[in-house]
Nanobody, 116 residues
Framework: VQLVESGGGLVQPGGSLRLSCAAS????????MRWYRQAPGKEREYVAE????????YYRASVKGRFTISRDNAKNTVYLQMNSLTPEDTAVYYC??????????WGQGTQVTVSS
């Protein structure tokens, strides 16, 4: 099983980034996909979720209207489009494939830094 995030980097406040997470080794289209993030010295927090069929999307309040989660089941990939970034969005972003608490997978994370 692999979840490989990419697309992180350094961006100025107000800028945009698109994160990708490529999955392999499990039935991707059967899993809900989530993005989490962890800032230095803070707990990991839920950011966004898309259900297996992409019928529903969920966001934490602080990113709603700025971030968009999407998936391509043909490519086994989930995306996180992040717009209007602020320094408070600085964190390591993790991809998570979730079916149950006991049946979930994590990526290694990608760093997003928002700074002028």
């Amino acid at each position: 099983v692999q979840l490989v995030e990419s697309g992180g980097g350094l961006v100025q406040p107000g800028g945009s980034l698109r994160l990708s997470c490529a999955a392999s080794g499990f039935p991707f289209s059967s899993y809900d996909m989530r993005w989490y993030r962890q800032a230095p010295g803070k707990e990991r927090e839920y950011v966004a979720e898309i259900t297996s069929t992409a019928s529903s999307h969920y966001y934490r309040a602080s990113v709603k209207g700025r971030f968009t989660i999407s998936r391509d089941n043909a490519k086994n990939t989930v995306y996180l489009q992040m717009n209007s970034l602020t320094p408070e969005d600085t964190a390591v972003y993790y991809c998570n494939a979730y079916m149950t608490t006991q049946n979930q997978y994590w990526g290694q994370g990608t760093q997003v830094t928002v700074s002028s």
